[in-house]
T-cell receptor, first 114, second 111 residues
């Protein structure tokens, strides 16, 4: 399994500001994923980030609000832009296993927007 | 549209007894199902999975049952231990594409 770290682990931000979340994996992976878990809700996929190409966003998520970078096979960032209280969530990155039959998750970033 | 549903937000079980966590899905295309466990301040960790060609998969104290006709799967934990107290998510996908997650069930195993 992959070891995944995320920074920051938590943050409290003001409305209208932006936060960039970093995700580091201990091995090279093709596919990385960004999820959001709002309070009491399921994990919702925001986008899939492949190295060397633009991220693929799910319905309801747009690049202007959640720009993603994937500069290499072990690292990705997700930015939450122009934040509002509705963006308060846990944000998780994950990677697919070699066989793609499961995903491994980072510890998450707990974001609170005031 | 929530394609994977966990209708019980919480479950409390006595140590040593069986824990049964349930999950329903709506998409008949799903061909692979997983259970994840999540402790506070940690990311979900993979627990057990089952392919749609099977109806049961067992791994130690954990067994997942799949009823395709009812579009229902369940996770049995026997015997339950206090360390099993966590939030459990079921997930489903097809052709190893996008994963769909339920909203989770918080299990509390009482000593």
């Amino acid at each position: 399994s992959a070891v995944i770290s995320q920074k920051p682990s938590r943050d409290i931000c003001q409305r209208g500001t932006s936060l960039t979340i970093q995700c580091q994996v201990d091995s090279q992976v093709t596919m990385m994923f960004w999820y959001r878990q709002q309070p009491g809700q399921s994990l919702t996929l925001i986008a899939t980030a492949n190295q060397g190409s633009e991220a693929t966003y799910e319905s309801g998520f747009v690049i202007d609000k959640f720009p993603i970078s994937r500069p290499n096979l072990t690292f990705s960032t997700l930015t939450v832009s122009n934040m509002s209280p509705e963006d308060s969530s846990i944000y998780l990155c994950s990677v697919a296993s070699g066989s793609a039959d499961t995903q491994y998750f980072g510890p998450g970033t707990r974001l609170t927007v005031l | 549209d929530q394609q994977v549903k966990q209708n019980s937000p919480s479950l409390s079980v006595q140590e040593g007894r069986i824990s049964i966590l349930n999950c329903d899905y709506t998409n008949s295309m799903f061909d692979y199902f997983l259970w994840y466990k999540k402790y506070p301040a940690e990311g979900p960790t993979f627990l057990i999975s089952i392919s749609s060609i099977k109806d049961k998969n067992e791994d130690g104290r954990f067994t997942v049952f799949l009823n395709k006709s009812a579009k229902h799967l369940s996770l049995h934990i026997v015997p339950s231990q206090p360390g099993d107290s966590a939030v459990y998510f079921c997930a489903a996908n097809y052709n190893f594409n996008k994963f769909y997650f339920g909203s989770g069930t918080k299990l509390n195993v009482k000593p």
